[in-house]
């Protein structure tokens, strides 16, 4: 009779340590589904973060082009400020 009370605790305790399982095991599954979409969101957000940066630092080179190449010819830019033909 002892021996059958303690086969049958044991029992469910092994039924009960199943569910258990399987639940956290559903749990695990949603939370991976949830962090990959995340890690996705966060791939697409890095690449178009960097192609704004790119994109910025080809404008920022574009412009000190600019700037220097009005710096080294600066008596053009003035005959240009004192042509009478402006």
């Given at each position: ?25 559903g ?51 003035a ?8």
């Open positions: 009779v002892q021996s059958s009370k303690k086969i049958t605790m044991l029992n469910d305790m092994l039924k009960y340590e199943r569910e258990k399982l399987k639940d956290d095991e749990e695990w599954k949603a939370t991976k589904k949830v962090l990959i979409k995340e890690v996705k969101s966060c791939r697409a957000q890095i690449l178009a973060l960097q192609a704004e940066r790119d994109g910025l630092k080809e404008q920022n080179e574009m412009l000190k082009r600019a700037i220097v190449s009005t710096a080294k010819s600066p008596s053009s830019a005959a240009r400020a004192t042509s009478p033909m402006r």
